[in-house]
Nanobody, 119 residues
Framework: QGHLVESGGGLVQPGGSLRLSCEAS????????MSWYRQTPNSKEREFVA?????????RYADEVTGRFNISRDNLRSTAYLQMNNLSTEDTAVYYC???????????WGQGTQVTVSS
């Protein structure tokens, strides 16, 4: 059974940076595309933030974070990362990591990590 554990969240001032990590276990990491999603208190759904594919390492971002966030992965460490720069209060949310195979036949979610941007 696959397992994802996010870390790196916390409180940061507007304009600051954070790096989230997502450590995977229990499945073949390189066979999964890795994504980050987020959910705000007022939202019923998680919104897509970024994805990095495997193989290939291709990336795609939500318009709201393009140019500020960077997603990456380390297949040797079975870990995905989300570098978040120039954070604003609107980035405050619980951030979730997701692992999914092409076609969605296998899918795992982490438990989430809270990011709060506030002065």
């Amino acid at each position: 059974q696959g397992h994802l554990v996010e870390s790196g969240g916390g409180l940061v001032q507007p304009g600051g940076s954070l790096r989230l990590s997502c450590e995977a276990s229990g499945f073949v990491f390189k066979d999964y595309h890795m994504s980050w999603y987020r959910q705000t208190p007022n939202s019923k759904e998680r919104e897509f933030v970024a994805v990095v594919t495997s193989p290939g390492g291709y990336t795609r971002y939500a318009d709201e974070v393009t140019g500020r966030f960077n997603i990456s992965r380390d297949n040797l460490r079975s870990t995905a990362y989300l570098q978040m720069n120039n954070l604003s209060t609107e980035d405050t949310a619980v951030y979730y990591c997701r692992a999914v195979t092409t076609g969605g036949s296998s899918n795992y979610w982490g438990q989430g990590t809270q990011v709060t941007v506030s002065s």
